[in-house]
Every structure is written in structure tokens, then in C-alpha cells.
């Protein structure tokens, strides 16, 4: 079972950020495209950005002026930089790892690892 772990997460004022980390096994992370999702309470699942591991980036239209995908290869980690928190960014955030897939990954069943979500909580 391949682990993915993600931290970060926390309580924010409205506009303040954060960022999340993601950290999976060197070589499920060589080998994959990494992607963030999140799940609202009582709300589907959504997809929020993924990157290449040539850093090619794709967030989500309704994010993009505000959130940010990157990676350090070198350290296994990818990382979703959100600022300007709204309290409708409220949600468990999950890093994904996927291997060969279309672009840009959007849906749930592209991807083949996940991790365990961290909170985050954003106050009006």
C-alpha cells in the first residue's frame, strides 16, 4: 500500500494562507503525476490542481488567481499554496498520485494513490 502524507492544514483567517505539504514514496513520486483534491463537509469530492513531474501545472478555474501547485523532486514533495482564504475553502484537502493519464486529470478514477486528507478551516 503506498502511502501518501499530507500536512499543513490548520485553522486560517479569512484571508490568510497556508500551505500544504505532500510527501510520497520516492519512487511511486518519480513515476507520477501529483494532483490535490478536496471534500467539503456534506459535498462531493473536488478537484483543485495537479502538476507534472516536469512542473506542468493545471488549477482549477475558480482557483487559480488564489491557489498554487509546485514540487521539490528532489524531496519527494509536492505542495498546494492557498492565499486569500475564503471560509468556503473549508474542507479536507487529499493529495493523489497518478501514473500515465489524460491532461489535465480532473477525475478521481485517474488516480491510483491517495493520502489520508489534512483539515483545513477557514473563520469568517
Known amino acids: 500500500q503506498v502511502q501518501l502524507v499530507e500536512s499543513g492544514g490548520g485553522l486560517v483567517q479569512a484571508g490568510g494562507s497556508l500551505r500544504l505539504s505532500c510527501v510520497a514514496p520516492?519512487?511511486?513520486?518519480?513515476?507520477?503525476?501529483m494532483g490535490w483534491f478536496r471534500q467539503a463537509p456534506g459535498q462531493e469530492r473536488e478537484f483543485v490542481a495537479a502538476i507534472t513531474w516536469g512542473r506542468t501545472t493545471y488549477v482549477a478555474n475558480p482557483l487559480k488567481d488564489r491557489f498554487t501547485v509546485s514540487r521539490d523532486n528532489a524531496k519527494n514533495t509536492a505542495f498546494l499554496q492557498m492565499n486569500n482564504l475564503k471560509p468556503e475553502d473549508t474542507a479536507v484537502y487529499y493529495c493523489?498520485?497518478?501514473?500515465?493519464?489524460?491532461?489535465?486529470?480532473?477525475?478521481?478514477?485517474?488516480?491510483?494513490?491517495w493520502g489520508q486528507g489534512t483539515q483545513v478551516t477557514v473563520s469568517s
Open positions: 493523489a498520485a497518478a501514473g500515465s493519464t489524460g491532461w489535465p486529470p480532473r477525475e478521481e478514477s485517474e488516480y491510483e494513490h
Open positions: 520516492p519512487r511511486t513520486f518519480s513515476l507520477s503525476l
